[in-house]
């Protein structure tokens, strides 16, 4: 590792019980996700956050995933996990984003779902608003849970992005995550159902396995 290239930023998304939370630690990850979204097998509620939050705090950066949430919801979140960053992950405007931005005093990543080039120049009206942009698949059209799905996109989309303020997601897990970040040179990765034994269900192996992947190129 040298000072021209920085390690890759590693997040686990969907992080539900201390035990896997703590193999995230233990593996080195850098981001903790944790989803708030009644919807999603993901989902946490404000007591675990409170828990997991305590146990993640100082060890690995805390990540809130809401969509599409209100004020009074996304305050209930912080106030629980005291998370070090927010995931806006529904159709958030940048207006929306920059007001939760301001709001919170948090930092925002802002998810954009990806299947054609269009969506990624779109992306761009997020510069200078969100602190991250998060490409992921886009959601099936009338999809319930607009994440999570395990599925990838066209990583050639992203070809071209010089910014170094974005993440690569969806559908990685340990045996596709070295390719996609040789076709796209993203800086960040994230995972969810590519370190799980059954959906919503983490495994502290493949988490293990996942982060290994990445740290090893
Ligand atoms: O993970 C969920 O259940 C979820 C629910 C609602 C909105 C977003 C959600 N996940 C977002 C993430 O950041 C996932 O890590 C990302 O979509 C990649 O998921 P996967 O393809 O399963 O690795």
Not at 25 to 53: C, Q, Y
Not at 70 to 83: F, K, R
Request: charged share 20%.
């Amino acid at each position: 590792m040298t000072p021209d290239m920085p390690e890759t930023i590693v997040k686990i998304c969907g992080l539900s019980s201390p035990e896997t939370l703590l193999a995230a630690i233990g593996a080195g990850a850098d981001m903790a996700g944790f989803v708030f979204f009644e919807k999603s097998p993901r989902h946490i509620d404000l007591e675990t956050a409170r828990t997991l939050g305590l146990m993640a705090q100082g060890r690995i950066a805390k990540v809130a995933l809401t969509v599409d949430a209100g004020d009074s919801a996304l305050q209930e979140i912080v106030d629980a996990l005291a998370p070090d960053m927010l995931q806006l992950h529904g159709k958030e405007s940048p207006a929306r984003v920059a007001a939760a931005k301001a709001r919170f005093g948090l930092p925002v990543i802002k998810a954009v779902g990806v299947a054609a080039a269009g969506d990624v120049a779109a992306a761009q009206a997020y510069q200078g608003v969100a602190d991250v942009l998060l490409f992921d698949a886009k959601p099936a059209p009338g999809a319930a849970v607009p994440g999570g799905a395990g599925v990838a996109f066209d990583w050639d989309l992203l070809r071209g992005i010089s910014d170094k303020k974005w993440m690569l997601s969806g559908g990685l897990d340990a045996g596709n995550v070295a390719e996609a970040l040789r076709r796209t040179g993203a800086p960040a990765v994230d995972v969810s159902s590519g370190v799980e034994r059954e959906r919503g269900v983490k495994d502290s192996a493949l988490i293990e396995k996942f982060v290994s992947a990445v740290r090893s190129l």
